[in-house]
Antibody
């Protein structure tokens, strides 16, 4: 079946970096994009950005532009999201999700990973 | 950037009733690229509708979407206890693909 499986939870100190992986299976990886969304405790959903699994093009939310890198590795059907210079308010669940459209995101997010909890604490 | 405002913040209804959730955009949503998601506690969101009105795979026809431009509506008929959740709209016509703040639906 179509699924996205994310890496395990992480605990990081302020100023560190985290890299979350998202392994896809059950579909042709480079026919879709991957979006990353985060959700702080008790809060709503926040769109972080999108990466094309076809050509690696990215679109980032302005808020994260300087601190985030989203990549894909087609040989392993895996997407990655690295967030640098972590702060306590980066504590959240980070989700990857499949998006229709391989050159531009042109659909809703129809398959979601289980989420990765990232805790930033000194 | 587009801002999405959802109303009401919380909706409390009984089983069998109809729920009407609103999502208003600060600017026209390009190509009506508007999606709706349902999120239950401890779970990732679930796609209900995209393109404002097209149901995702496996979504029952009790869920329907309408609207265009800046005003969109999610309607859920014949409410069931399992419909208790937070519902989010999201526009994906222009970057950033902002979410609304969510509407909490409680089934009495």
């Amino acid at each position: 079946q179509v699924q996205l499986v994310q890496s395990g939870g992480e605990v990081k100190k302020p100023g560190a970096s985290v890299k979350v992986s998202c392994k896809a299976s059950g579909y042709t990886f480079n026919h879709h994009g991957i979006t990353w969304v985060r959700q702080a405790p008790g809060q709503g959903l926040e769109w972080m950005g999108w990466v094309s699994a076809y050509n690696g093009d990215t679109r980032y939310a302005q808020k994260f532009q300087d601190r985030v890198t989203m990549t894909t590795e087609t040989s392993t059907s895996t997407a990655y999201m690295e967030l640098r210079s972590l702060r306590s308010d980066d504590t959240a669940i980070y989700y990857c999700a499949r998006v229709f459209g391989w050159l531009i995101p042109s659909g809703g997010m129809d398959v979601w990973g289980q989420g990765t909890t990232v805790t930033v604490s000194s | 950037e587009i801002v999405l405002t959802q109303s009401p913040g919380t909706l409390s209804l009984s089983p069998g009733e109809r729920a009407t959730l609103s999502c208003r955009a600060s600017q026209t949503v390009s190509s009506n690229y508007l999606a709706w998601y349902q999120q239950k506690p401890g779970q990732p969101p679930r796609l209900l509708l995209s393109g404002a009105s097209s149901r995702a795979t496996g979504i029952p026809d009790r869920f329907s979407g309408s609207g265009s431009g800046t005003d969109f509506t999610l309607t859920i008929t014949r409410l069931e206890p399992g419909d208790s959740a937070v519902y989010y709209c999201q526009q994906y016509g222009n970057s950033p693909h902002i979410f609304g703040q969510g509407t909490r639906l409680e089934i009495k």
